[in-house]
């Protein structure tokens, strides 16, 4: 079984500052993994992914994020961070012969202030 | 391309009713999941439809059904709806089941039951 730990419910931020979202999964195989943003009233959109390859992902709207497997880690990072990045951010992992069904964390709240 | 839409946005039921949520696949897509997402917590997979076969099921109890029709729709069936069941019903398209393909989220079904 696999299972997704977002150790930090919410990361308060101000605007043009740096973040790091953390995640760590747990899983007895490998694992694909992946990075989710929710806005409000929204779906869920990918905004990276790590499946083989470069630890380094990066994704869309500037984040990246590192696929560390000794301490079983996928953190999201952005160097600096804008208003329009408030929404929920929700790591997930899937088994690679399991197809695209995903396991999901309990997500993190980042709200970026001025 | 049009998105995936889903159907209702909102809906109140009693406990020991029965609901239908639908979706609508995003143009192309032959694979829709379901996935359940209660208040503060990450979506949770219920099943996946491939070409109108249930193709993996999460930890759900058989009252949660579905179905997927030949245009690639699906519907979701709960019977017996219980208090615990209130929480935001998301359908997710692609083009097959397997991990390599990208999830299309719709907004969602947001359902409380009373």
Same mark, same amino acid.
């Not at chain 1, 992946?34 to 984040?63: A, C, E, H």
């Given at each position: 079984a696999q299972s997704v730990t977002q150790l930090d419910s919410q990361v308060p931020v101000f605007e043009e500052a740096p973040v790091?979202?953390?995640?760590?999964? /747990? /899983?007895?195989?490998s694992v694909y993994?992946?990075?989710?943003?929710?806005?409000?009233?929204?779906?869920?959109?990918?905004?990276?992914?790590?499946?083989?390859? /470069?630890?380094?992902?990066?994704?869309?709207?500037?984040?990246e994020a590192e696929f560390n497997k000794s301490q079983t880690s996928f953190h999201l990072r952005k160097p600096s961070v804008h208003i329009s990045d408030t929404?929920?951010?929700?790591?997930?992992? /899937?088994?690679?012969?399991?197809?695209?069904?995903?396991?999901?964390?309990?997500?993190?709240?980042?709200?970026?202030e001025l | 391309e049009t998105g995936v839409t889903q159907s209702p946005t909102h809906l109140i039921k009693t406990r020991g009713q029965q609901v239908t949520l639908r979706c609508s696949s995003q143009s192309g897509h032959n694979t829709v999941s379901?996935?359940?997402?209660? *208040?503060?917590?990450?979506?949770?997979?219920?099943?996946?439809?491939?070409?109108? %076969? %249930? #193709?993996g099921r999460g930890n759900f109890p058989p009252r949660f059904s579905g *179905?997927?029709?030949?245009?690639?729709?699906? %519907?979701? #069936?709960v019977n017996a709806l219980e *208090?615990?069941?209130?929480?935001?019903?998301?359908?997710a398209s692609s083009l097959?089941?397997?991990?390599? %393909?990208?999830l299309f989220f719709g907004s969602g079904t947001q359902l409380s039951v009373l």
């Open positions: 790091e979202l953390r995640c760590n999964y /747990s /899983s007895s195989v993994l992946f990075w989710y943003v929710q806005y409000p009233n929204q779906g869920l959109q990918l905004l990276l992914k790590y499946l083989s390859g /470069s630890t380094l992902v990066k994704g869309i709207n500037g984040f929404a929920e951010y929700f790591c997930a992992v /899937s088994d690679p012969g399991g197809g695209n069904k995903l396991t999901f964390g309990t997500g993190t709240q980042l709200k970026v | 379901w996935y359940q997402q209660a *208040l503060g917590q990450g979506p949770q997979f219920i099943f996946q439809y491939y070409r109108e %076969e %249930e #193709n *179905l997927q029709f030949p245009n690639y729709s699906s %519907e979701l #069936n *208090l615990d069941d209130s929480a935001l019903y998301l359908c097959g089941g397997s991990t390599n %393909e990208k």
